[in-house]
Structures are given as C-alpha cells and as structure tokens.
C-alpha cells in the first residue's frame, strides 16, 4: 500500500486562510466535511503518511478520491458554511444525531388571528411560539389544563373556531369553560391577545409579577368583602404555584441558560439537553449521537453546539451556554450565536455552586440514556442478526459466529494473574457459561493467554474431563454468579466442551498471535479467532499487518465491543476478589487478629502494603490494639 494519497494536492497549492474542505469518494459524494481556521495547516494532517494516521481517518482518505476547498473571509463564515454542507449533504465520516423520540412540546400559534395552546410534536407550524421539550404528554396537559386557569385563551380546534365566529354561538369547549378565546363570546380578539401575550411571558420566565398582582387582588376583593372574587384570584393563584412547583427553581431566578450533559465511549454518544428559562428547567431533550470519526471531548461539543442552534430562532438561543468543555473556537462560536440571538452570548464551563451540581445532573442522565442506548441495541434481535452477519462477512468466516468466546487477562503488576472467558450465543451473554482462571505469576500477558487457551481448548478433545481441574493442574473456577467465592467445580460440564466459532482476545497483533499459537498447537484451526484493540478499536486477525476497521455504526463493531468489555469486567472483579481475599488471609495468620480489627486496619490504612509501612506506634493508634499486638502485627508483616 503506497504511503501517500494520489489526490494529494501539490505543495503550496491549499491556501492558509480559513475556510471549510470536502472530502469527496469516486462517485462524488461528500464523506466528510470539516472547517479550519488555516486550511494548509488542517488538510496537511490528513495527507501525513498514511501509518502515522489515526485508523479510522486513514480509512476515511483511503476512501475518498478527490478533496476541495472554500475559502472564506473568517473563522465565524467557515463555522456557519461547515453546518450548512453538514446539513445539505449528510456526510457519513461526520459526527449523526439521532433524536431518542419526538418529544412534545406546547406551542401558542401567535400567527392566527386569535393564537391557540395545543399540544404538538411538529416544529414547523409557522409563527408557532414553543415550550418544552416535555418528557411525557401528559405533562404538557397537566401544564395546559392549569395555565388555562390562570389565562383563559384559545384551545378550540380552527374549525371549531371558525365556525364559532361565524355563527355567532360560543365553540364547545368555551361553553364547558375549555376555552377562553374569543369564540366562547367572553372576550374581545384584542382583549384575547393581551392574556395570550401574558400566557407567553409568564411561561418564558416565570414572571413573579403575576403571582404578586394576583396577591394583590386577592387581598383587595378580601378586604372588600368580595369573597367569591378573592376564591377566584386564590385558585389561579395556586395554579400559578403548580405550574412553577412542575419545575423546581434550580438557579438564580434570572438565569436562561442551556446546559450540556455528555457521557461517551469510543462509538457513540449521549447528549442531555437542560433547557433552563427563569432559573428552572423547562425542557429536556436526549440525544444520540453515532461516531464514525474518532471524535470527543471539545470536537464533540462543537459539532452539538452547531446543529442544536444551526436552525434555532433567536427567541430559542439563551444568553448562556454550560457545557463540559470549551470547544477550540469557543469565542467564534459566541459571536455566531451572539449574532444569531441578536444580543451577547456567553459559553462557559460550569465549574463551580448550584450549576456545577446541574451539570452533574446531566452529565448522570446522560450516563443512563447511553446505557439504555446500548440495552436497546442488545436486546434487538434485527441488531443482533445484523450483527454476526456483517461479524462473519467481516473475517471472512464460511458460518455466522452463533457462540463467541472472549478472554482477557488481568493482573497487578504481576500478582493476583487471573483470566476471563465470557460467552456469547446469538449475540447475548451466556453468564452461566463464563469461567474464570488462575494463572502462574506473570507480567506477560501473551504467555498468560497462551496458557489459558491452551487449556480452555483441552477440553475440546477430552469432553469427559472435569473442568475443576486442567492438565497442568492449574485451577478453573465456575464463576458465573460472580460471588465473592469462585468455586472450584468437580462436576462434569458438557457445554464447557461446546466449540465456539469464534475466540476474540481483548487486545492488538501480540495478543492474536499468542492465542494463534494456542490453537495450532491444540490442532483446532477451524475455529477462527480475532483481538479488539482499545484505544482505537482496531479488529486484528492473525498473520496480518494490518487490523480491519469496522464502521463506527457497525453492530459487528458494537457486538465485538460489549464482550471485549463484558470479559474485562468480569476478569477485573475475579481479580479485585482473589486479592482481597489474599489480604485478608495474610492478616488472618496473625494472632489477636480477628475480623473486626481486621476490618479497622484495612479501613484505617487502605491496604496491606500501607500497613506494613506503618510503625509500631501508628497501629496502635487505632482503638482495641495494644503495644503488644501493634508490635506482633509489625513483626509479621515485616518477616513476609
């Protein structure tokens, strides 16, 4: 493979102003669409020698054929044509969004003649002022039902409306007192526009000045005697306060911000968005985002920031933007939304008080929409089928992986080796399969997987073996409950002797090539075999130079992903538990010793290795230990 692109421009021919640039395949698609703030300085990363590159953008030049550029007159131009390409063409090698549902929102239709509240999931009715998102519909309703308390508009349907007002006779909802627009006969267009302009204002912030002219009146018709008016100013008064008790006062009163929380792995992406309008939250939007780049961190909250505001209105655009982390060309992207919004926008990093503790709120439900992500995506028989259809297609195999077995090795700094075999059928955890290994101390890890799948591989031959004990002796341990105490079974396990299709090792070529070793020399070639490397998920097969790259959308790529994780966790609980009842057993041997001061001493010091570096008098510190267990203790572990 040559180490340089043919399309590559010539020396001097990329200018050095800022501008956007296209990456374009042989049919003249657009793959990928970025901005610079000094094009030559940009595309020059991407025309490095091709094994410098990240996998993923080498895969991405490799296929496109051609690359164009604009230039523009600055930075915060380029920022604006970059998500206008990004939104005409779509391109696949650039950061997709999916909303995680089309949520409601209420909306005041202030182009109609008489404006009318309604509960809609479309965005685009024209002249249309919204609220929300609202997490269920039936919030919006409940909102509806007591604003309408409080200000009496229009939620009669148009025809209704119209016919109302040419007939002269109030619309059915304004007769049971559902309606307050001018077609129930109550009140004037013009005195209807007046309350729906307090309806919005109220709902754009929250306005006290409701609530305190309401008291007023209350107090008045009170001291007037007039109780039947002061009942009425004291129920929209207590609709007022159920409305604003719907969404507690999380900052300042005078706070309208957007907030971002982010959680990410190395594919995909959530984004909780905290709508925040007069201190409290009033709407919240959840966003999936797939990756095929490899992109986070600041990158990532630049491509959020332009497509949540790209099409947004000036009135949808707060004077203050919280989010993670300060992309690049934060300042650019401030003048952006500043000329957008028509006054200063601000974007910041919360790091401190009531917004750090807000941020920290959506970053935890972010957390928990990306595991519901991946759930969704498991439990989806299509997904999974997809998944070991594009696996097998992938490593050229001649059958789909229907049973995939995933190994990895865990230690600390050579003590405590354990390993993990986890098992996959039909593309979902087999718990009561996974096993659990012990392997002679070691600081190699290629020599550890040797071990264990040559012994794993054994019982393929000798199915009539036990698996609590392996030809060396060595010690396999039934730890598919995950208890503290993996137990060593002598019971005889036909599905232990199961032959997968597929061996996936957590780890690069090294790892590949140990566990290729082991199965030649157990004589089972027919079982394929392929490692998932981290730090860029690169898929390695055997005897090859270079890794495969699935998509970042790819569900092969996500399938290889969970039991690469799936067998890291379960080899690093196994190991966490073997050490832990290793320290315990060393403390255990000493006498005067027992569980209770046990406990105290792992509380008080951490760890064993902190304990032995105490002296005599600093174990004594401790309550129910005397000089002469602090100096029996001392003793001991300084012999070991």
């Not at 549902?101 to 239709?109: D, E, L, V």
């Not at 966003?287 to 000036?314: F, P, W």
């Not at 075999?421 to 659990?436: A, I």
């Not at 590949?512 to 075999?529: F, K, N, Q, T």
Request: glycine share 6%; proline share 5%; hydrophobic share 40%.
């Amino acid at each position: 493979m040559a180490d340089q692109l043919p399309y590559k421009p010539k020396q001097g021919e990329i200018p050095t102003n800022p501008g956007v640039y296209r990456f374009r395949d042989r049919d003249g698609r657009v793959l990928y669409v970025g901005k610079a703030k000094n094009l030559r300085a940009r595309l020059s990363n991407y025309f490095a020698p091709l094994h410098t590159l990240h996998e993923r953008t080498r895969r991405m030049v490799l296929t496109a054929a051609s690359v164009e550029w604009t230039v523009v007159s600055s930075d915060v131009d380029a920022l604006q044509l970059e998500y206008m390409w990004i939104q005409e063409f779509s391109p696949p090698f650039n950061v997709r969004y999916k909303d995680d549902k089309s949520y409601p929102y209420m909306a005041i239709t202030l182009a109609d003649e008489a404006p009318r509240v309604l509960v809609t999931r479309n965005r685009r009715i024209k002249g249309a002022k919204y609220f929300g998102p609202y997490p269920k519909v039936w919030a919006v309703h409940d909102t509806i039902d007591l604003m309408i308390k409080v200000f009496p508009i229009r939620t009669c349907s148009d025809s209704s409306y119209k016919k109302a007002m040419a007939t002269g006779r109030p619309c059915f909802p304004g007769q049971i007192g559902r309606c307050g627009g001018p077609c129930s006969m109550k009140v004037s267009i013009e005195e209807h526009r007046a309350i729906v302009d307090d309806f919005v204002a109220f709902m754009s912030g929250g306005d006290q000045r409701f609530t305190r002219e309401l008291t007023k009146r209350m107090r008045e018709a009170s001291a007037a005697m007039d109780y039947e008016a002061a009942a009425m100013y004291r129920d929209k008064l207590q609709a007022i306060e159920a409305v604003l008790n719907k969404s507690a006062l999380v900052l300042s009163s005078d706070t309208d911000a957007d907030l971002f929380g982010i959680a990410e792995d190395e594919l995909a992406a959530a984004v909780q968005h905290f709508v925040v309008r007069g201190g409290r939250v009033r709407g919240v939007r959840a966003t999936t985002i797939e990756k095929e780049l490899d992109i986070s961190g600041a990158d990532l909250v630049d491509q959020i920031l332009q497509r949540t505001y790209g099409e947004a209105s000036a009135v949808d655009i707060p004077r203050q933007v919280l989010v993670p982390a300060l992309p690049d060309d934060a300042a650019d992207l401030e003048q952006w939304l500043s000329e957008r919004r028509g006054r200063r926008v601000s974007i910041q990093v919360a790091q401190r008080g009531r917004k750090a503790d807000l941020m920290r709120t959506a970053t935890l439900n972010a957390e928990q929409a990306l595991m519901l992500h991946k759930t969704r995506r498991t439990s989806d028989y299509v997904a999974r089928t997809q998944a070991l259809t594009d696996l097998q297609e992938a490593l050229g195999l001649a059958e789909a992986p229907l049973r995939i077995e995933g190994f990895d090795v865990s230690h600390l700094a050579g003590t405590n080796v354990v390993a993990s075999m986890v098992v996959f059928e039909d593309g979902l955890p087999r718990k009561d399969q996974y096993r659990s290994f012990k392997v002679p101390e070691t600081t190699d890890d290629t020599d550890s997987l040797y071990q264990v799948l040559s012994r794993r591989l054994t019982y393929l031959d000798h199915p009539d073996e036990t698996e609590g004990a392996s030809p060396n002796g060595a010690e396999i341990a039934d730890a598919a409950s995950d208890s503290d105490e993996p137990v060593v079974t002598t019971r005889k396990r036909p599905r232990f002797a199961y032959r997968p299709q597929l061996l996936v090792v957590d780890g690069g070529k090294p790892q590949v090539e140990a566990a290729a070793r082991a199965l030649a020399d157990a004589g089972h070639s027919e079982i394929a075999l392929c490692g998932i490397a981290k730090r860029l998920e690169e898929v390695w097969l055997p005897g090859e130079d270079f890794p495969v790259i699935l998509p970042r959308t790819s569900e092969a790529l996500y399938l290889l992903q969970r039991l690469r994780d799936e067998a890291h966790r379960f080899a690093i609980t196994h190991q966490r538990k073997r050490r832990k009842r290793d320290i315990q057993t060393i403390l255990a041997e000493i006498p005067g010793l027992g569980d209770a001061r046990i406990k105290a001493l792992l509380r008080h010091f951490g760890s064993v290795t902190a304990l032995r570096a105490a002296t005599p008098e600093q174990i004594e510190e401790l309550p129910g230990i005397g000089p002469k267990l602090a100096a029996t203790i001392h003793a001991h572990l300084a012999g070991r």
